[in-house]
């Protein structure tokens, strides 16, 4: 994240401290409470500006004296909502801001609360947040498998990833024991929870996925875990891959990658490659709106080192079994001419994967 200007200053941009819990329950928002409080004993303004108590008499304990900034109220399809309301803690400026269920998507499906947080950020004021694990982009479909409990709304690893994260986990056998004791829901849910989701051996495989998660190694864990479970190796999502150069028709292939990837419910990867030439890196500022882009659309974004653009989104395309490549053409038509277009070489490269041209305007 860059810096903005706000009254003609340039403002730093806030810190993200996330607090990663490998299931519902594990103590995840009590540990923000609790950190959120100390540093306000310690002299610090700490705010709460979305808290989700579930009922339980340990969230309400650990608020304590913490100030709660009011939610802003959504009015969709008739019914009221609440929602963060990111104006009301700019205008606290506190030293940092508590968000609790990072993962939500607001009322009317059109903002996810990550985005807001990342606009407090962006405002110089740091936030501290809570995410499951199965809540990650790279972990969700793994854990559904896991757990059977399908798909569930997701945060881009890359916006966890510009923080510091620290990693709440329980043993299953104490985390069943407080489900039990009604600690985590109500009584008349218990009995369908510990039958479901939350068997100690999903627990276990959360947990794994989780300390993966942090090693940067899911991917490589991903399949023993999976097998423990009895479950059949995850088939490879569909994949669309965006590749972009620091020009100006970059944010085109982007928005046309996003369009298909979600026609074709997809995951969505921009990657920008650094030729060996050094001619296709670009100022930090357009890499940074491609990124902002590609997190807001739901993908993840990467840069690459290559002898050149065909070759690194080929040898991308194949690692990640991407079925559709979008490029930009040349603006010069006499360049395709002497060198080749970007999309011929990777259909020469790649010739059963499908190549979409994004015209310069």
Do not use: C
Not at 238 to 251: D, F, I, K, N, R
Not at 271 to 295: E, K, S
């Amino acid at each position: 994240m860059g810096e903005f200007s706000r009254d003609g200053q340039n403002v730093q941009p806030g810190r993200l401290r996330t607090y990663l819990g490998t299931a519902p329950g594990v103590g995840k928002t009590y540990a923000m409470l609790n950190d959120g409080w100390r540093r306000s004993e310690g002299g610090e303004r700490i705010v709460v500006g979305w808290i989700e108590r579930h009922g339980r008499a340990e969230t309400r304990a650990q608020l304590r004296n913490l100030e709660i900034v009011p939610p802003r109220s959504v009015d969709y399809r008739g019914r009221k909502f609440e929602e963060l309301d990111v104006a009301a803690n700019v205008a606290r400026q506190p030293d940092a801001v508590l968000i609790d269920e990072l993962a939500h998507t607001n009322a009317d499906g059109s903002r996810k609360r990550w985005e807001d947080a990342a606009e407090l950020l962006a405002t110089g004021l740091s936030v501290m947040t809570t995410v499951n694990v199965a809540n990650l982009l790279s972990v969700r479909d793994y854990a559904a498998q896991v757990t059977g409990a399908g798909t569930v709304e997701s945060v881009p690893d890359e916006f966890v990833q510009s923080g510091e994260v620290v990693l709440v986990d329980l043993a299953p056998e104490a985390l069943r024991q407080r489900i039990a004791a009604g600690q985590v829901y109500s009584t008349d849910t218990v009995g369908g929870a510990l039958a479901s989701y939350f068997r100690t051996s999903n627990l276990a495989a959360l947990s794994e996925l989780g300390r993966a998660w942090m090693a940067g190694s899911v991917d490589a864990v991903a399949g023993a875990v999976l097998a423990r479970q009895g479950v059949g190796p995850l088939a490879p999502r569909p994949t669309v891959l965006a590749g972009v150069s620091g020009s100006a028709w970059g944010e085109n292939v982007i928005r046309r990658a996003a369009r298909l990837a979600a026609e074709d419910d997809a995951d969505l990867l921009v990657v920008h490659v650094n030729v060996a030439d050094g001619l296709a890196r670009r100022r930090a500022d357009t890499l940074g709106r491609y990124r902002d882009m590609t997190l807001k659309a739901g993908g993840r974004y990467t840069e690459v080192d290559g002898a050149s653009a065909a070759d690194a989104l080929a040898d991308a395309a194949r690692d990640l079994h991407a079925h559709r490549i979008v490029v930009a053409r040349h603006r010069s038509r006499l360049g395709e001419l002497a060198r080749g277009s970007v999309a011929s070489r990777i259909h020469r490269l790649l010739p059963g994967i499908a190549v979409d041209e994004v015209r310069p305007e």
